[in-house]
C-alpha cells in the first residue's frame, strides 16, 4: 500500500494503470469503521481494480464550526485500517493541496439537496458535491463507491456525475451496524453510555416501519407519525426530521408504493446522527432494507 499527499504523485503513479486496470475510488474523510471498510469490500469486487482510498476532512461540507472542530483524525490509524483491509493507496491531502486557493468554483445540485439534510445543513451538499468533484478531477475514477448511509449525498453524487457526464459508474454500499442496530459512523465514539441506548432507538423505528408497511399501512404520513411517537417514547426528543419519500429522487409521497426510504435525523447528547432504510413495495408485497440503487 502507498500513501500519496499530492496529486501529482497520484496521477504519476495512476499513468502506467490507466486503461488497463479500473480505478476505483472511495473517498472518505477518515476516522475509518466498519462501515468504510463495506465500501472498500465494495470496491474490491471489481475485477482487477486498483483501490484508491482517499482521507480528507473537507471543511466545505461542515456548516458548523464546532463539528468540523470536533471530527475525529488518527492518520495512523486510518492508514493501518487501509493496510489491513486490501487498500492498494491512500491519497490523504492536506488542505493547501485540496484548497491552494481561495475556492471560487462550486458544483451544486439542485432539487435533491432542498429536503432532509439540505434543509438542516444549508451548503452542506454544496461543499460536499464540489470536493466530490473535485477528487474526480484529481483521481479520475472509473468507479466511485458511496456508503448508503448517506443515501441523500449518494443520490445527490450520481445525479451530478450523471449531469455534467462524468464517465464515473457510482456504487453502494451496504449500511454497517452495530449489534444492537446503530448504524457505524465516526460520530458514535462521541455518544457516551446513555446516549449510546438512546440512538439504539433509530433503527427500531426504522424496522417498526417495516412492520407497519407489512401490515398494510400505505399512508407515509401515519408511518411518519409512528415513527416519531416511537422516538419520543426512547427519549429521543431531538428530532430533525423522519421522512418518508420516493427512493428515487426524494420527492414527496402522498401514498407508498414502489421504492421508498424513510430517513431520520436526531441529536442525541449533542451528537446528530442520520439514518435510513429503504422499502421495496408493490401490491401487498413488501421488501425490507433494501439497496438504494
Ligand atoms: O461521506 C463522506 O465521508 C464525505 O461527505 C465525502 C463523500 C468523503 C466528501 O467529503
Known sequence: MQTLTTIAELRERLAPLR??????????????HDGHRA?????????????????????????????LG??????????????????????????????????ATFVEVTDLTTPLEGRHRPGHFRGVTTVVAKLFGAVSP?????????????????????????????????????????????????????????????V???????????????????????VHSLLEARGVRSLD?????SAADLSPLERIEGRVILAVAARIASVRLIDNMVYEVAGKSVTVDMALF
Open 19 to 32: 486503461g488497463r486496470r479500473p480505478v476505483v475510488l472511495v473517498p472518505t474523510m477518515g476516522a475509518l
Open 39 to 67: 465500501c472498500v469490500d465494495r470496491a474490491r469486487d471489481v475485477e482487477g481494480g486498483v483501490v484508491v482510498l482517499s482521507i480528507f476532512v473537507n471543511p466545505l461540507q461542515f456548516d458548523d464550526a464546532s463539528d
Open 70 to 103: 470536533a471530527y475525529p483524525r488518527d492518520l495512523e490509524a486510518d492508514l493501518a485500517a487501509c493496510e489491513s483491509w486490501g487498500v492498494d493507496i491512500v491519497f490523504a491531502p492536506g488542505g493547501e493541496v485540496m484548497y491552494p486557493e481561495p475556492q
Open 142 to 202: 472509473d468507479v466511485a463507491v458511496f456508503g448508503q448511509k448517506d443515501a441523500q449525498q449518494a443520490l445527490v453524487v450520481r445525479r451530478m456525475v450523471r449531469q455534467l457526464n462524468m464517465p464515473i459508474d457510482i456504487r453502494l454500499a451496504p449500511t454497517v451496524r452495530e449489534s444492537d442496530g446503530l448504524a457505524m459512523s465516526s460520530r458514535n465514539a462521541r455518544l457516551g453510555p446513555d446516549g449510546r441506548a438512546r440512538a439504539a432507538a433509530i
Open 204 to 226: 427500531e423505528a426504522l424496522r417498526e416501519a417495516g412492520e407497519r408497511l407489512r401490515s398494510g399501512e400505505r399512508d407515509p404520513r401515519r408511518i411518519e407519525r409512528a
Open 241 to 245: 426530521y423522519a421522512e418518508m419519500r
